[in-house]
């Protein structure tokens, strides 16, 4: 099976986006409902490595990774080949009708590789939300309890549980509702603005959401604690030192599921296979997703057998979860993030990215925060100096600047204010730095 290379190097021969994406848009108007938005609409031809070539002959450096997905790449190898054998075999059977092995072995290798040496079961699904809905499920029937803890600037998907789940209104949830119910939310620890400075916001943010969940709901009624261990549409919140193990143990001694919203964090996209280990923290159910194979929709829960076990018969499933075409792109995606060393590589562009953005902020007041792990790295823009305000016009310029040079950026924030960096684990350095270099010049140009 032979895959077009795709050369490493941008190249740009029109302006961004080109004529033939701008006529697709027009196209796209007339047909797609106005309420699917596009971050940058150049039309793709071909993607792979760090570049993604348009119709216009454009070749964009990836800082994106189609929101954390491809981490292996677009069109690996690897999982091209799989996947395409898998294809000329059978494409579906519905593993509730006639099950097969690929199922059974992505189950086997997400039991070896999430957190934890429990014993482990796991179900299939199509996408975050749905992995996060079947957490929730799960983490209900188990305990026999209804009420389910979230956080402020938590991002969990778009159906109607997981916008319930959601903080932010306006894209997700305007006018969409009534939501779910027994949805309670907690404050985050969030250290670039915590009142008492960043170096107290893990415990005190724990001992804050402890009190409330128990004065406003009670310890025993809860049945799941659910938490990004990284936030991502959030802004790349990374917990204060000490929230995520205080929250997991707070909820091991009052027997409440402590669920890990993985879809964004995991797959060696921050630097560990899953962000929860970077503190020890062994979840007892991770709702996966998004990295998990290699572009194709794959999406899982894995967790505690006997919680996963207690849903009676018939319980979980749905037509198309677990895929056999997925399942086979999630087993080449799996091996190539093991054997082709991609956590390493991860921390390796979190150096990277870190040592040049601290620099940037050096620079440049409008820079607050630079934060993240491995290849999750995100710089929060301010009003200036000391003044902490949420500045989105200086967001908005650079993110121009950055995309009419053919770099794919995107942003993030409940305040709209946060970049958000994302490059494939497989991009080259030299795009790397190429791409850094652009994003220092859109700072420079302010
Ligand atoms: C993207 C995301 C989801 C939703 O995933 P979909 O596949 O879009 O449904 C849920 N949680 C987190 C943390 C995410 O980043």
């Excluded at 998907?157 to 006018?175: D, E, F, I, S, V």
């Excluded at 790349?236 to 890990?260: D, H, Q, T, Y």
Aim: proline fraction near 5%.
């Amino acid at each position: 099976m032979a895959t077009t290379e795709i050369a490493q190097e941008r190249r740009i021969v029109t302006e961004i986006p080109g004529p033939r994406s701008r006529a697709l848009q027009e196209r796209r108007g007339r047909a797609v409902a106005q309420g699917v938005g596009s971050v940058l609409p150049v039309y793709v031809r071909g993607a792979g490595g760090g570049i993604v070539e348009d119709v216009d002959g454009n070749a964009l450096i990836d800082f994106g990774a189609g929101i954390a997905v491809t981490n292996v790449g677009n069109a690996a190898p690897a999982v091209v080949e799989r996947a395409a054998e898998q294809l000329s075999r059978f494409t579906h059977t519905c593993f509730m009708v006639n099950p097969y092995e690929g199922y059974v072995e992505v189950c086997e290798a997400l039991n070896r590789i999430t957190p934890g040496d429990h014993e482990k079961r796991s179900i299939l699904l199509n996408s975050g939300a749905e992995a996060v809905e079947n957490a929730v499920k799960v983490a209900r029937s188990a305990t026999g309890r209804s009420a389910v803890v979230v956080f402020d600037h938590a991002y969990h998907g778009r159906t109607n549980l997981t916008m319930a789940l959601t903080a932010k209104n306006l894209p997700y949830k305007q006018g969409f509702g009534p939501f779910a119910g027994e949805v309670y939310r907690m404050p985050m620890a969030y250290p670039y603005r915590w009142p008492t400075g960043p170096e107290n916001c893990g415990p005190e943010a724990a001992r804050q959401a402890i009190d409330q969940i128990g004065k406003q709901i009670g310890a025993a009624n809860v049945a799941a604690v659910l938490v990004e261990p990284i936030q991502g549409e959030g802004g790349f919140i990374e917990p204060g030192a000490g929230f995520l193990p205080a929250i997991a143990e707070f909820c091991r001694a009052n027997g409440i599921v402590f669920i890990a919203d993985e879809v964004q964090t995991g797959f060696a996209r921050t630097g560990d296979m899953f962000a929860c280990e970077h503190e020890g923290v062994v979840p007892d159910l991770i709702a996966t997703a998004k990295g998990i194979a290699g572009g194709l929709p794959l999406a899982a829960v894995t967790g505690r057998a006997e919680l996963m076990d207690a849903v009676h018969a018939g319980g979980l499933g749905g037509t198309y979860g677990g895929n056999p075409v997925a399942c086979a792109a999630a087993l080449a995606a799996l091996e190539t993030i093991e054997s082709g060393g991609l956590v390493e590589r991860a921390r390796e562009i979190g150096a990277t990215l870190l040592n040049r953005l601290h620099a940037l902020a050096e620079k440049h007041d409008v820079i607050g925060d630079v934060r993240g792990r491995g290849a999750m790295v995100a710089v929060e823009l301010v009003a200036g100096a000391g003044d902490t305000a949420p500045n989105t016009e200086a967001l908005a310029e650079v993110v121009r600047h950055c995309h009419s040079q053919g770099l794919i950026l995107l942003t993030a924030g409940t305040y709209g204010n946060v970049i958000r960096l994302l490059p494939p684990l497989v991009i080259g350095d030299a795009l790397l730095d190429e791409g850094l270099s652009i994003l220092e010049d859109a700072f420079a140009r302010l």
